[in-house]
């Protein structure tokens, strides 16, 4: 069973720092773009940042200004988001997903992490 799993998620000061995990397990994905999405209450879900199987290929939602970084280790199967400079519109449902190269998201995604950002 392929599994997408969400962890570091948390409640932080505006201003603050969260480190998010995302381990899989059931295949590998080392060949697989990983990225980042997320969902407010009342929103849409929408991407945060993707990186490529090697990591020479990062895209960044514009709202991210420079304040979150993408990484993956394909050993480990992970993919991480680094979130400085939190701010409260940052709060959301934080979801994993991992795609193929050249097609589109939403066979893989991971169950969520909760990201909420006080002011």
């Known amino acids: 069973q392929v599994q997408l799993v969400e962890s570091g998620g948390g409640l932080v000061q505006a201003g603050g720092s969260l480190r998010l995990s995302c381990s899989a397990s059931?295949?590998?994905?080392?060949?697989?773009?990983r990225g980042w999405f997320r969902q407010a209450p009342g929103k849409e879900r929408e991407f945060v940042a993707a990186?490529?199987?090697?990591?020479?290929?990062?895209e960044y939602a514009d709202f991210v200004e420079g304040r979150f970084t993408i990484s993956r280790d394909n050993v480990k199967n992970t993919v991480y988001l680094q979130m400085n400079s939190l701010k409260p519109e940052d709060t959301a449902v934080y979801y994993c997903?991992?795609?193929?190269?050249?097609?589109?998201?939403?066979?893989?995604w991971g169950q969520g992490t909760q990201v909420t950002v006080s002011s």
């Open positions: 997903a991992a795609k193929r190269a050249g097609s589109s998201w939403g066979a893989f």
């Open positions: 059931g295949r590998t994905f080392s060949t697989y773009v």
């Open positions: 990186i490529n199987w090697s990591g020479g290929s990062i």
